[in-house]
């Protein structure tokens, strides 16, 4: 050892020894800082890594020895042999490639690291010597065999060490150490192979092609190697950094990809390269289970033809699409693909977006299903009932069978709704349907068109006979009582009954036959059922038809006010009018309120009509002489879907009559749905000033209960137990009691419908405060009503009457 210190310190030139020792450590650390990179490689990168990394040691080791050699017995004139010379570097670079690709063999054998430690040592050794030989200068060399043993043994071990100690070179103390061990490995061998020289005196040869060495020559290619070496350790820092840098956003790119719903994965020439959490999810399986496999095993092999096509397609072509796709446990997914080249780790690849289409799926099956069901009680709505009819329709023409279309509306349901409230209302709906349903196969079709009216399409065996039994069935079914949150509900239902292909031969016909035929029913008593004849399909029409003039009649000024007087029952003066509505049609004369009033309630026209009532009698009173009080009735759908309150208070300021004037009359219907709200409503009517009366009092469900809702001005006696006064002791008692609790209440009490003079003498001696009926007065326009009208009605309470018995 003190040898080898000795000779470097003493036979070289100090100088040119640092600048070798400076390219031996920059050279070795660059080539470690290489082969770190070559573990980080994708695939068959680090083989380019690996042959950078031994140009680069190769590259050192041979600087290192020229720069050295150099600085050997300074002063001596040296020549070097060009052949040997580059045999030397060709020797150092192909040998440590060797062992470096040795290192890297990806078979975990014991022995893979002696290996590539071996040759690693015989290539620098061989450098050396080779350089050695190359040397041409005035005397002869002689050698030590055992410092030459000795420094092949110092180059083998520490390279063996360095490439042992190389397996991790993730942290930078790591790599400094293996380029220790490495520097150790070079400058080792050289300089105990250059203590194992000596040098005899001699005669100089010259020889052709050699290159003179000096020490400025030594310099110069030292420094050039110095820059390179600096330049090459440079450029490996910047490269490391900014792939730092590339797998920290790559660490980003992957977080913000766990974080997506859609699943994202990225594949290269068909491989699989990264996939998100989502994906795992999809895929059923781990992410170290999905990397590396072939892209088309994770897809269905009816989509494998989509796939290829994408791939091939131009990238602004590829839209979204939908494949079916198949996770490992087997399952298949619907998904929506779309993909999009790009660059992923310094390569070409593509990254796939996949979107579970499962809820998307589900989400528009369902909306399927809710535009062809009904969405209380599931059962079909009326399109998809007119699909079904019109394939049964196709069926039967083609077999020559025949069909039923049967009509069905629940009896007294409204009511139910009005009384319970529209919870009840609906559960009730539901169990309805269910027995419906009960008593027909499962190849016969029920749907629900409207509120309470369901269809029924009979294909099985719907002769006249089956109809008519099945239907007579689901009347007695819907005529049992129903237990609905605790209530016995009962109602009972209306059929209309229409055949194929007598009554029709196509959906519409049917249906308008089956309706015309259940409104007879209803017509006739309801509670049965009925097949169509043709005459009633004429009075459907004229029915429609009524409804159709019906809806434009106050625009083309067909409606009128008639008013009938509602007068003192001590005196006979009239107090007030109630204005009545009558039709004026064009063609079929004065329709009755009995005819139309209903159907406007059906069709939702009451309002507009109501509203018409309310600005005309607001009008006309304004105009009369007499400041009368003018009555008015608002229906109980115009109660709750209309703000009665501002269309009243329109009407009174735009004609400025006085609120105490205007009656408003109600029935007991308006507070059934929501009482509170009706209550509030009518506070309202109060606080402008309006008078309140509450019409057909007693023929209600409860309207004792709401006598103590609200505080009415009065009440009128319904005129159906006016009628029967004088006939029944019932009745008279019935009309006593009702005057009684309405003096009792405060209230004034209206008698209507009063038709005779008995009639009207039990009244008066009962004490009713009012008199309205035929007797009075018929409802007719205001002019109508004379001053010698007003003579003859005061004449009616001016005679004696007799006395009731007790």
């Known amino acids: 050892m003190l040898k080898v210190l000795g000779c470097v ?18 050279g070795c650390l660059t080539t470690t800082m290489l082969m770190a990179r070559a573990g980080e490689g994708v695939r068959h990168g680090d083989r380019v890594w690996l042959a950078l990394a031994a140009a680069v040691f190769g590259s ?17 004139e040296m020549a070097y042999d060009l052949g040997p010379t580059a045999l030397s570097i060709v020797v150092a670079i192909s040998g440590a490639m060797l062992a470096l690709f040795a290192w890297k063999a990806p078979a975990a054998h014991p022995s893979r690291v002696a290996v590539a430690g071996v040759l690693l040592g015989l290539a620098i050794t061989g450098m050396h010597y080779v350089g050695v030989a190359a040397m041409s200068f005035s005397g002869f060399l002689l050698f030590d065999h055992g410092y030459v043993v000795a420094s092949v043994i110092v180059s083998v071990a520490s390279s063996t060490v360095a490439l042992a100690r190389a397996t991790d070179l993730r942290t930078a103390h790591r790599r400094f150490e ?13 300089f105990t192979g250059m203590t194992a020289i000596t040098v005899a005196p001699g005669v100089a040869e010259t020889t052709a092609g050699a290159v003179l060495g000096t020490t400025g020559l030594a310099i110069a290619v030292g420094g050039v190697s110095v820059a390179i070496l600096v330049a090459s350790l ?27 719903q859609e699943v994202l994965f990225i594949h290269r020439d068909g491989v699989v390269l990264e996939v998100n959490s989502a994906g795992e999810r999809l895929f059923k399986a781990a992410a170290v289970d999905i990397i590396g496999r072939p892209l088309l095993s994770l897809f269905a092999k009816d989509s494998a033809p989509a796939l290829l096509r994408r791939e091939r397609c131009p990238p602004v072509d590829r839209r979204p699409e939908e494949i079916d796709f198949q996770a490992m446990d087997g399952t298949h997914v619907a998904v929506e693909l779309s993909c999009q080249p790009i660059d992923y780790l310094g390569k070409p690849a593509t990254v796939v977006a996949l979107r579970d289409l499962t809820e998307r799926k589900r989400d528009e099956a369902r909306i399927r299903h809710l535009a062809r069901h009904d969405a209380l009680t599931n059962l079909p709505n009326r399109f998809n009932l007119q699909e079904r009819l019109d394939i049964a329709l196709d069926v039967a023409s083609q077999q020559g069978t025949s069909i039923a279309v ?27 349907s269910k027995r419906i349903l009960a008593e027909i196969r499962s190849t016969d079709t029920l749907a629900r068109i ?6 029924m399409v009979l294909t099985s065996q719907p002769q006249p006979e089956k109809a008519s039994a099945i239907s007579t069935r689901i009347i007695e079914a819907l005529r049992r009582p129903f237990q609905v949150e605790g209530q016995r509900i009962e109602i009972g239902a209306s059929v209309g009954i229409s055949l194929y292909p007598q009554d029709g031969i196509d959906a519409d016909a049917l249906m308008r036959a089956a309706d015309a035929a259940m409104y007879r029913v209803k017509q006739e008593g309801r509670g049965a059922l009925l097949f169509y004849e043709a005459a009633m399909n004429a009075q459907l029409q004229a029915r429609l038809l009524l409804g159709q003039e019906l809806s434009g009649a106050a625009e083309r000024g067909e409606f009128v006010l008639h008013y009938q007087p509602i007068v003192n029952g001590a005196t006979g003066e009239v107090e007030t009018f109630e204005a009545l509505i009558r039709w004026v049609h064009p063609t079929r004369g004065m329709v009755p309120p009995i005819e139309f009033i209903p159907m406007a309630e059906e069709t939702g026209l009451i309002d507009g009509i109501g509203q018409w009532v309310i600005e005309t009698a607001c009008r006309e009173a304004a105009d009369w002489t007499h400041p009368w009080r003018v009555s008015v009735n608002v229906s109980p759908r115009q109660f709750r879907q209309t703000d009665v309150c ?11 009559l006085d609120p105490a004037r205007l009656v408003v009359e109600v029935t007991e219907g308006v507070l059934i749905d929501d009482a509170d709200k009706a209550v509030s409503t009518l506070n309202r009517l109060r606080e402008m000033g309006l008078r309140i009366a509450l019409d057909d009092f007693g023929t209600g469900y409860s309207s004792l209960s709401y006598l103590q809702l609200f505080k009415f001005d009065k009440f009128k006696i319904d005129k159906s137990f006016v009628s029967k006064v004088g006939q029944s002791e019932d009745a008279l008692t019935i009309v006593r009691t009702i005057i009684n609790l309405g003096h009792n209440l405060g209230l004034h009490v209206t008698a209507e419908g009063v038709e005779t003079t008995s009639q009207l003498d039990v009244l008066l001696s009962l004490g009713c ?12 326009p205001i002019d109508a009503f004379t001053g010698f009208d007003r003579l003859r009605t005061k004449a009616l309470f001016g005679r004696e009457r007799p006395r009731l018995s007790a």
């Open 9 to 26: 310190a003493y036979k070289h030139d100090l100088r040119l020894v640092a600048v070798a020792a400076v390219i031996c450590v920059l």
């Open 60 to 76: 050192s080791v041979w600087s290192l020895h020229f720069v050295a050699m150099l600085a050997f017995m300074p002063g001596h």
């Open 178 to 190: 293996v380029g220790g061990w490495l520097t150790l490995a070079v400058c080792g061998l050289h």
């Open 234 to 260: 440079a450029a490996v820092m910047v490269e490391q950094h900014l792939s730092q840098r590339a797998l920290q956003d790559l660490g980003r790119m992957r977080l913000m990809s766990n974080l997506a």
């Open 406 to 432: 049967v009509y069905i509306d629940l009896d007294r349901f409204k009511p139910i709704n009005d009384l319970h409230g529209h919870a009840v209302g609906d559960a009730l709906l539901v169990q309805a």
């Open 450 to 455: 409207g509120g309470d009216e369901f269809v």
């Open 646 to 656: 501002a269309v009243i208070g329109d009407a009174l300021r735009a004609n400025r």
């Open 769 to 780: 405060d009012q008199i309205q009926g035929y007797l009075v007065a018929r409802p007719a």
